[in-house]
């Protein structure tokens, strides 16, 4: 199984900085790379399928980027509703894998 | 409206089985690879499976294999999770997820306790 290594697990920011998350796998995924937001109501909204590509309605400050093995999704200026849990995954291959998580929240 | 709607969660005593649901509507169900994945309480997400339009091909994780199998009903538009030999390790959310590109529609989710 390919394993996923999140960090940081914990990322305390302000209103309108930008943040970086990063997603490490354990082999490459040759992009295969995507990212999902989780609000404290459990809802998870899908950001970011193979490496780069915005899921429909997502908002521009949100981005990614990559290759290989190493992953980021880069939020350029927070806002508010963006205090949330991220997780990546791989679709690589089968099993599909997440990363352990990101608590993005308020400094 | 892409919708996804799991149904049949509860309280299940260990060693039981159950079976959820996964309603979908406002696309066509046919044309999609479905899955399933969940996340125990305080805990990250876990996938637990894929099944692609025609039921050919299934996939899931490892440790799961033997004991949760994934269906669909095209003409219901409705994915399946049977759940048996249920443990405690087993409570969670469960979520049902459209997957062409990454999962692009999650549902709510439908709770699943495990506890006598």
């Known amino acids: 199984d390919i394993q996923m290594t999140q960090s940081p697990s914990s990322l305390p920011a302000s209103l309108g900085e930008r943040v970086t998350i990063s997603c490490r796998a354990s082999?490459?995924?040759?992009?295969?790379l995507n990212w999902y937001q989780q609000k404290p109501d459990g809802t998870i909204k899908p950001l970011i399928y193979?490496?780069?590509n915005l899921q429909s309605g997502v908002p521009s400050r949100f981005s990614g980027s990559g290759s290989g093995t190493d992953y980021s999704l880069t939020i350029s200026s927070l806002e508010p509703e963006d205090f949330a849990m991220y997780y990546c995954?791989?679709?690589?291959?089968?099993?599909?894998?997440f990363g352990s998580g990101t608590k993005l929240e308020i400094k | 409206e892409v919708k996804l709607v799991e149904s049949g969660g509860g309280l299940v005593q260990p060693g039981r089985s159950l079976k959820l649901s996964c309603a979908a509507s406002?696309?066509?169900?046919?044309?999609?690879?479905m899955g399933w994945v969940r996340q125990a309480p305080g805990k990250g997400l876990e996938w637990i499976g894929e099944?692609?339009?025609?039921?050919?091909?299934?996939n899931y994780t490892p440790s799961l294999k033997d004991k949760f199998t994934i269906s669909r009903d095209n003409a219901q538009n409705t994915l399946y999770l049977q759940m048996s030999k249920l443990g405690s390790e087993d409570t969670a959310i469960y979520y049902c997820?459209?997957?062409?590109?990454?999962?692009?529609?999650w549902g709510q989710g439908a709770s699943v306790t495990v506890s006598s």
């Open positions: 995954q791989q679709d690589a291959s089968f099993p599909l894998t």
């Open positions: 406002g696309f066509s169900f046919n044309d999609y690879w």
């Open positions: 997820a459209r997957a062409p590109m990454g999962m692009d529609a």
């Open positions: 099944i692609n339009q025609d039921s050919s091909t299934i």
């Open positions: 082999q490459g995924i040759s992009n295969n």
């Open positions: 193979y490496t780069s």
